[in-house]
């Protein structure tokens, strides 16, 4: 799925990849959509509900910061592959494709709410919250797909160090510290993430 996308996927690959049979496949689902239906249910509804309810919950930004990386961490570890086939194969004005975008969207409004409360507590500088949080969701994507696959030793707690990471780039940013290149360089980077994210 992640090579052809949803347009290119059909039962019988499914099947084939799953080392199940045709009909037990349509067993469980009508077709191609049901399955599709399944799949984003259960893949892109948690990633948001959890985003939302980290942000309604309240408490310390350093808090919610925390869980809200470490959430997406572990839904993208566990299931990258199959959002990236979602994300790419997925057509805008489709039914699916319009579903995804809404469920984008709820997701980067729950993680601007935390990075308002950093902004409040004076954590992150003021101002436009969503180059903010592009970066920090490209932050912890970018270290799924590739930065972990460059460390000699994992840390034990990739959470939290993403949140550093994270934290580290957006407190010299403010400090001035990411003037000129650094900056123009976090500013393309929040362009080329923000299709995938907004």
Do not use: N
């Amino acid at each position: 799925m992640e090579e052809k996308g949803l347009l290119g996927l059909t039962i019988e690959e499914v099947a084939r990849q799953a080392q199940f049979a045709v009909g037990s496949i349509y067993r469980h689902f009508r077709g191609k959509d049901e399955l599709v239906e399944m799949l984003m249910v259960r893949i892109s509804e948690p990633i948001c509900a959890d985003a939302e309810a980290v942000a309604a919950a309240g408490g310390t930004f350093d808090e919610q910061l925390y869980h809200v990386v470490r959430s997406l961490y572990l839904h993208l570890e566990e299931d990258l592959p199959l959002l990236k086939a979602f994300h790419a194969g997925t057509p805008p004005g489709t039914e699916v494709g319009e579903r995804l975008l809404k469920m984008r969207i709820r997701y980067v409004e729950a993680v601007e709410r935390v990075i308002v409360a950093g902004q409040a507590e004076g954590v992150l500088r003021p101002g436009d919250p969503r180059p903010l949080t592009v970066a920090l969701l490209g932050t912890v994507s970018g270290f799924v797909r590739w930065g972990a696959l460059a460390l000699t030793e994992r840390p034990s707690d990739p959470a939290a160090a993403l949140c550093a990471q994270f934290l580290d780039g957006a407190r010299a940013l403010a400090a001035g510290q990411g003037s000129g290149r650094h900056s123009a360089a976090i500013g393309a980077f929040a362009s080329r993430q923000r299709h995938q994210w907004c």
